[in-house]
């Protein structure tokens, strides 16, 4: 029979997945597929989960929100894993799930997953790691660091809208530069992130991206004044595109690469989880990996 690894976090979400393994390989083993699972845990490290990778192994399936992917992908990458990925959206955040209109019903996205040919994405790269959906540092970005694991699970979205408040009471800016083939940059700015997918927060703000085109999306809310930065914010958290804000307000770019500094006390998100210490050096991995069910 054929072979799958799940990888899963028993603690993203609800810890729904928990209640679900059983029915998960139920579906799996009447496709014909003989489901491997690892528990990921803070005891054993995620490379322990494919010391029995091999040839027979069709895809990796990976349990969790964004972090986990993000975690388990770059283990992956390490270990030169090339394997195609299938996702079930199970965290509390699923920005990349559904930037690829990946389906949160389990049955639904496993079949998908089976029954699908691997599609090329592409994934973002700063410094020595990588990511599947957004960058980013200044106001609200560590915003799922600073959230107690238990308090993320029993409130889910609605923690995030907390610490973001608290956030926002506090306006802070910040001194970068920014330096790519299409925008140089030096100044102040509350907020700045680089998307490989679509969504932060479940607010569409790289509405113009594309998960296959080659390109990063970098959005930078620059440091104004309040009368002029608090429509800006507003209009960001309701999602509204912000076509109609000029260079003065905020900039919005594609790029493959760019490279930015800081020297202010500056703590950088890669999909939830602490990202590197600047200066960043972020660009676009074309085609990085293979993902099952969105075709």
């Keep these: 029979m054929k072979k799958v690894k799940l990888v899963y976090n028993p603690n993203s979400g609800e810890r729904s997945i928990v209640n679900k393994l059983d029915f998960i390989i139920e579906i799996y083993q009447s496709y014909g597929y003989i489901l491997i699972p690892y528990r990921l845990n803070k005891q ?16 990796v399936l990976i349990s969790g929100g964004d972090g986990t992917v993000d975690m388990v992908l770059n283990v992956m990458k390490e270990l030169e894993i090339n394997k195609p990925i299938g996702i079930l959206p199970t965290g509390t955040a699923n920005d990349f799930a559904n930037a690829l209109s990946l389906p949160f019903n389990v049955k639904e996205s496993i079949v998908n997953i089976i029954n699908s040919k691997p599609k090329k994405i592409d994934i973002g790269k700063v410094n020595n790691k990588f990511f599947i959906n957004v960058a980013s540092a200044g106001m609200f970005t560590d915003v799922s660091q600073k959230i ?19 956030e926002a009471l506090h306006l802070r800016q ?23 997918g679509k969504t932060a927060g ?20 620059k440091a104004t004044p309040l009368p002029k930065s608090i429509p800006v914010l507003i209009s960001t958290l309701k999602g509204e595109h912000l076509d109609h804000y000029n260079e003065e307000d905020l900039l919005y770019f594609k790029t493959k690469k760019v490279i930015i500094e800081c020297n202010d006390d500056l703590i950088t998100d890669i999909d939830g989880e602490k990202g590197p210490d600047f200066p960043l050096e972020i660009e676009c991995i074309k085609d990085g990996i293979e993902i099952l069910g969105c075709n």
Excluded: C, Q, R
């Excluded at 107690?148 to 608290?166: A, C, D, H, Q, R």
């Design 202 to 221: 479940n607010i569409n703000l790289a509405y113009k991206s594309e998960l296959d085109d080659g390109y990063l999306d970098v959005i930078i809310f």
């Design 174 to 196: 910040f001194n970068i530069k920014v330096h790519s083939d299409e925008v140089i940059y030096i100044g102040d700015m509350y907020l700045m992130l680089v998307f490989n």
């Design 148 to 166: 107690n694991t238990e308090f993320k699970n029993s409130m889910g979205k609605v923690s995030y809208y907390i610490k973001g408040i608290e």
């Design 44 to 59: 054993n490290p995620i490379e322990d989960a494919f010391i029995d990778i091999d040839d027979s192994y069709e895809h």
